[in-house]
């Protein structure tokens, strides 16, 4: 008997197919289908993207723990009598889990509110505006979308060293599954995902060391920002290992490690407990059949757009972290509003937008607009205020004065750039932001009367301090 053919799917058609539920994409997709838009998202696993599961929520989440914690190991200051605490790491996280799962359920709701068909399963492109989804029965399903938006993201790189893989060890998602504590966590990075977990799991009772293959942490940042957070590190305990080149990894993370680096022409080893890897990120491109729909990939495996967002295929576009944009979650935001505009007939670009960014220590490093380094290399004059945030009254009251704050103006007046190392220095950052949105010169908030005592009083402060520097055209 001969052997049935197999049957064919017939496409089902939409205005608008997305893949990846992330943040740029869920809205996206809200907003339409509430305009009457008929919609598909289709999304593997993380419904609502990395932020509410996996990502910046849960690990702020877990940070505010660590801060609860470490107010416990100041309780003297406070005039507050102790005899010790200890920490149930199941109960940390179970504590975020708790909320990532209000979190998701929201998400369901508003799919179900706005009309959009959440199609869960792993979807890949057959030929042009159509793609394949296979669900999790092993059925399949065909869409075709009259636009295409894709927003896989980014996931954690595990970089290619021996041992490493075999290794088996933690990125941020494991680590933000933790019951248990790491006796000794060795963290592989210095940058923002690295320092956020040292600092937390070192609160919560961890030894941590990090090996980072720069000379600075945050090296990308001015020098004072870098000097402040390794200062703060070396004060809470962590080990530093700077210009760490990992040469070789053995044994099993969650068990026993060894980590071999070379360090200044030397070959040293670090024994742990467990690894973290936060060397980098990888977009999610493999898998999709990109090139059956005409979609180009850049030199470093991002979807290449121009700065509306589009791809090189007629009818797709990309947003967020997989297209190469700023890895923050308000730049996907961002880039929504530039889909959504765009596609109602706008001209929005992603070129010339401001990005604000905070790296959630304690305290915190927020910046927005040109920094010294960047004004120097390109030659723009500035005068520079700066202030110690014990400057900032408030920082008093909270026994918190660790820190800085600063500001580059222009000869105009015009704020440059603003750079605060301190208590919720996002927060300070922002109202910086708003007052270069409105154009504002730096004398306009210099002449502010604004609440005392409060954080953002110290604005007065530092724009009423004697410049310090200027560099000349």
């Given at each position: 008997m001969a052997a049935a053919a197999p049957?064919?799917?017939?496409?089902?058609?939409?205005?608008?197919?997305?893949?990846?539920?992330?943040?740029?994409?869920?809205?996206?997709?809200?907003?339409?289908?509430?305009?009457?838009?008929?919609?598909?998202?289709?999304?593997?696993?993380?419904?609502?993207?990395?932020?509410?599961?996996?990502?910046?929520?849960?690990?702020?989440?877990?940070?505010?723990?660590?801060?609860?914690?470490?107010?416990?190991?100041?309780?003297?200051?406070?005039?507050?009598?102790?005899?010790?605490?200890?920490?149930?790491?199941?109960?940390?996280?179970?504590?975020?889990?708790?909320?990532?799962?209000?979190?998701?359920?929201?998400?369901?709701?508003?799919?179900?509110?706005?009309?959009?068909?959440?199609?869960?399963?792993?979807?890949?492109?057959?030929?042009?505006?159509?793609?394949?989804?296979?669900?999790?029965?092993?059925?399949?399903?065909?869409?075709?979308?009259?636009?295409?938006?894709?927003?896989?993201?980014?996931?954690?790189?595990?970089?290619?060293?021996?041992?490493?893989?075999?290794?088996?060890?933690?990125?941020?998602?494991?680590?933000?599954?933790?019951?248990?504590?790491?006796?000794?966590?060795?963290?592989?990075?210095?940058?923002?995902?690295?320092?956020?977990?040292?600092?937390?799991?070192?609160?919560?009772?961890?030894?941590?060391?990090?090996?980072?293959?720069?000379?600075?942490?945050?090296?990308?940042?001015?020098?004072?920002?870098?000097?402040?957070?390794?200062?703060?590190?070396?004060?809470?305990?962590?080990?530093?290992?700077?210009?760490?080149?990992?040469?070789?990894?053995s044994g099993v993370s969650g068990d026993s490690v060894i980590i071999t680096y070379k360090q200044n022409g030397q070959n040293k080893t670090i024994e742990g407990t467990h690894i973290l890897v936060a060397t980098g990120r990888t977009p999610n491109t493999e898998g999709m059949g990109l090139e059956l729909a005409g979609v180009e990939l850049t030199a470093s495996g991002h979807i290449k757009v121009n700065e509306k967002l589009e791809t090189t295929a007629p009818g797709v576009w990309a947003n967020g972290e997989v297209a190469g944009q700023p890895q923050f979650t308000h730049i996907a935001f961002d880039d929504f509003r530039i889909l959504r505009d765009n596609f109602a007939g706008g001209n929005r670009v992603t070129t010339g937008r401001q990005v604000p960014y905070a790296l959630f220590t304690d305290p915190e490093v927020a910046h927005i607009g040109l920094s010294e380094t960047e004004a120097r290399k390109k030659n723009i004059p500035y005068r520079l205020f700066k202030i110690p945030m014990a400057a900032d009254l408030r920082t008093r009251t909270l026994s918190e004065t660790r820190g800085f704050m600063k500001a580059l103006v222009g000869e105009d007046d015009s704020i440059l750039g603003f750079t605060v190392f301190g208590v919720d220095g996002g927060e300070i950052m922002s109202a910086v932001q708003i007052a270069m949105l409105g154009r504002l010169p730096y004398t306009a908030l210099r002449e502010a009367i604004l609440t005392h005592p409060t954080l953002m009083e110290g604005l007065i402060v530092l724009f009423s301090s004697v410049p310090t520097s200027m560099i000349e055209k």
């Amino acid at each position: 008997m001969a052997a049935a053919a197999p049957q064919s799917i017939t496409p089902e058609e939409y205005d608008l197919v997305i893949i990846g539920s992330g943040e740029g994409s869920k809205y996206l997709a809200w907003t339409l289908a509430k305009q009457g838009q008929r919609v598909a998202m289709i999304e593997r696993k993380w419904i609502g993207g990395s932020c509410p599961n996996i990502a910046c929520l849960p690990s702020k989440n877990i940070i505010h723990s660590a801060k609860v914690a470490s107010y416990f190991a100041r309780a003297a200051e406070f005039g507050i009598e102790s005899q010790g605490h200890t920490i149930d790491m199941a109960t940390v996280t179970g504590r975020k889990r708790k909320m990532v799962k209000e979190l998701v359920d929201i998400h369901v709701r508003n799919y179900e509110t706005t009309g959009v068909e959440l199609i869960l399963g792993q979807g890949h492109f057959i030929g042009p505006g159509l793609l394949e989804v296979y669900m999790a029965d092993g059925s399949k399903r065909q869409v075709r979308g009259e636009k295409v938006v894709i927003g896989t993201g980014t996931r954690a790189s595990v970089d290619k060293i021996p041992g490493l893989a075999v290794a088996n060890p933690l990125t941020h998602i494991e680590a933000l599954e933790l019951e248990t504590l790491p006796v000794h966590l060795i963290v592989l990075g210095g940058g923002y995902i690295g320092l956020e977990f040292a600092q937390a799991m070192r609160r919560l009772g961890s030894r941590v060391s990090i090996l980072e293959r720069n000379a600075n942490l945050l090296h990308r940042e001015d020098p004072d920002v870098s000097a402040g957070i390794e200062t703060l590190f070396h004060d809470e305990g962590i080990d530093l290992v700077l210009n760490a080149t990992v040469e070789e990894a053995s044994g099993v993370s969650g068990d026993s490690v060894i980590i071999t680096y070379k360090q200044n022409g030397q070959n040293k080893t670090i024994e742990g407990t467990h690894i973290l890897v936060a060397t980098g990120r990888t977009p999610n491109t493999e898998g999709m059949g990109l090139e059956l729909a005409g979609v180009e990939l850049t030199a470093s495996g991002h979807i290449k757009v121009n700065e509306k967002l589009e791809t090189t295929a007629p009818g797709v576009w990309a947003n967020g972290e997989v297209a190469g944009q700023p890895q923050f979650t308000h730049i996907a935001f961002d880039d929504f509003r530039i889909l959504r505009d765009n596609f109602a007939g706008g001209n929005r670009v992603t070129t010339g937008r401001q990005v604000p960014y905070a790296l959630f220590t304690d305290p915190e490093v927020a910046h927005i607009g040109l920094s010294e380094t960047e004004a120097r290399k390109k030659n723009i004059p500035y005068r520079l205020f700066k202030i110690p945030m014990a400057a900032d009254l408030r920082t008093r009251t909270l026994s918190e004065t660790r820190g800085f704050m600063k500001a580059l103006v222009g000869e105009d007046d015009s704020i440059l750039g603003f750079t605060v190392f301190g208590v919720d220095g996002g927060e300070i950052m922002s109202a910086v932001q708003i007052a270069m949105l409105g154009r504002l010169p730096y004398t306009a908030l210099r002449e502010a009367i604004l609440t005392h005592p409060t954080l953002m009083e110290g604005l007065i402060v530092l724009f009423s301090s004697v410049p310090t520097s200027m560099i000349e055209k």
